[in-house]
């Protein structure tokens, strides 16, 4: 059973850290496709106006609030999210558990040098996971037959895909019946967090619940996509009290 709370028509699973590494340690044990997603205030906003991604969002088995906002925005309806639980942190709990049980990761997306230095950092860091592939994030639909026929021949138990939001969900979606994973993650910058190309913001940032300013003032050009934060938060405001007696 899922404890979720519909955010601007999407489920989000309202769960600590602890909490969402059982779902993993359950969905690993199993043996059909979990899709998890990772949405952010930018992510949901989206989701509002594509009506896709909404519903691909609505049918994943666990949906982690990835961002601050959202974890703002539960509160609007009467019941707050536990604490943000992003998917980085997630995906490198699951590559933990995934070593002690000797899983095999396959990692899609990103730049060709950073999906290779993350493979490496993985098989330094956890040992006892396998990499069993690595491909860059950079193709075109013509490529994607032989993109799941690789992810399929690997035998992967666990797939990150990070391609930016929302190409990973509609890729994960698209496939979810074909692949023979057990976890299929959005993971946004998440091979860039572990290969070192990007970095997370400091503990402190994102304690206060401000990894987001961090961000905003290390990357200045991603102010037009930081304006979406404040439209997320008066649109779930506004669906909240709309949406109730
Ligand atoms: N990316 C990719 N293919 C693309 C576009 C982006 O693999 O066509 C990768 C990019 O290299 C990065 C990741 O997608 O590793 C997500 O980037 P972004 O900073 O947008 O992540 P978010 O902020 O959405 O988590």
Redesign the pocket.
């Given at each position: 059973m899922r404890n979720t709370v519909e955010i601007v028509g999407i489920k989000v699973d309202n769960l600590d850290f602890m909490e969402a590494q059982a779902k993993v340690e359950q969905f690993l044990a199993g043996d059909s496709l979990n899709m998890i997603f990772t949405p952010n205030s930018e992510i949901l906003l989206d989701a509002v106006k594509d009506k896709e991604l909404e519903e691909i969002l609505n049918e994943a088995q666990l949906v982690i609030p990835d961002g601050i906002g959202v974890v703002i925005a539960s509160k609007f309806y009467g019941m707050p999210i536990k604490e943000r639980v992003t998917g980085v942190d997630l995906s490198a709990k699951m590559l933990e558990m995934g070593a002690s049980r000797g899983s095999k990761v396959f990692l899609l997306?990103?730049?060709q040098a950073?999906v290779e230095l993350a493979a490496e950092k993985i098989k330094e860091i956890y040992k006892g996971i396998d990499v069993v592939g690595v491909r860059?994030?950079?193709f075109s639909e013509e490529d994607e037959e032989t993109i799941i026929q690789d992810i399929i021949n690997s035998q992967a138990d666990i797939l990150l895909v990070?391609?930016?939001?929302p190409?990973q969900e509609k890729f994960i979606y698209k496939y979810k019946d074909k692949l023979k994973v057990k976890i299929a993650i959005g993971c946004?910058?998440g091979?860039?967090i572990i290969s070192g190309a990007a970095k997370r913001a400091p503990e402190f940032y994102q304690k206060a619940g401000l990894e987001w300013f961090y961000r905003l003032i290390k990357q200045p050009s991603r102010f037009m996509r930081m304006t979406k934060l404040p439209k997320f938060i008066l649109l779930a405001m506004y669906d909240a009290v709309a949406g109730r007696d």
């Open positions: 997306g990103a730049k950073s860059n994030g950079y990070g391609l930016g939001a190409r946004g910058g091979i860039d």
